[in-house]
T-cell receptor, first 116, second 115 residues
Framework: GAGVSQSPRYKVAKRGQDVALRCDPI?????LFWYQQALGQGPEFLTY????????KSGLPSDRFFAERPEGSVSTLKIQRTQQEDSAVYLC??????????????FGPGTRLTVL | AQSVTQLGSHVSVSEGALVLLRCNYS??????LFWYVQYPNQGLQLLLK??????LVKGINGFEAEFKKSETSFHLTKPSAHMSDAAEYFC?????????????FGQGTILTVHP
């Protein structure tokens, strides 16, 4: 079956440009997470959706970062006025249940964002 | 607050040798612990997870981990390394309640396997 997919896989942006990163979770998965992975680091939590509701956005580093999941399936992470420190791999994960901590999170391959 | 420390950013073993990747956690509440593996240009894949059912957890590809509360550790082991085990490994922790299962990851350990 299909796993979590993300697009684009690679994105190069000039500083100041806006970017949009897409995540297609596994069909039927209620929970969706975004993580940011800087080079040489472990992933760090950005935000969490339960269906279309964004229940936790405590990890978003600034108000330039915005995420949505309007129909409870596909999600988009938008970064406005990109800065060099935004360069990272952005990972999306989905899980079946309503935020049960023992649920397995299934990760996509990530989008590698490079800001020049 | 929770945190995870992975001791050793790089571990190198010979094929057939024991693999030991160390993970220590800090948590104010009983944690749930995970090990993920990441191959180049791929997403993270779950190896195993501790959910308080049993302290010795067996996962995929012959890996296992033991939860030791007294040592706040959750080290990952495999008796005999294969070349295909070369990858980056991440230990992660989460808690119950209103955390929704968001994961806090360690910085990762790159495993190299020599023939």
């Amino acid at each position: 079956g299909a796993g979590v997919s993300q697009s684009p896989r690679y994105k190069v942006a000039k500083r100041g440009q806006d970017v949009a990163l897409r995540c297609d979770p596994i069909s039927g998965h209620v929970s969706l997470f975004w993580y940011q992975q800087a080079l040489g680091q472990g992933p760090e939590f950005l935000t969490y959706f339960q269906n279309e509701a964004q229940l936790d956005k405590s990890g978003l580093p600034s108000d330039r970062f915005f995420a949505e999941r309007p129909e409870g399936s596909v999600s988009t992470l938008k970064i406005q006025r990109t800065q060099q420190e935004d360069s990272a791999v952005y990972l999306c994960a989905s899980s079946l249940g309503f935020g049960d901590p023992v649920d397995t999170q299934y990760f996509g391959p990530g989008t590698r964002l490079t800001v020049l | 607050a929770q945190s995870v420390t992975q001791l050793g950013s790089h571990v190198s073993v010979s094929e057939g040798a024991l693999v030991l990747l160390r993970c220590n956690y800090s948590s104010s509440v009983p944690p749930y612990l995970f090990w993920y593996v990441q191959y180049p240009n791929q997403g993270l894949q779950l190896l195993l997870k501790y959910t308080s059912a049993a302290t010795l957890v067996k996962g995929i590809n012959g890996f296992e981990a033991e939860f030791k509360k007294s040592e706040t550790s959750f080290h990952l082991t495999k008796p005999s390394a294969h070349m295909s085990d070369a990858a980056e490994y991440f230990c992660a922790v989460t808690k119950g309640g209103t955390s929704y299962g968001k994961l806090t990851f360690g910085q990762g350990t790159i495993l190299t396997v020599h023939p």
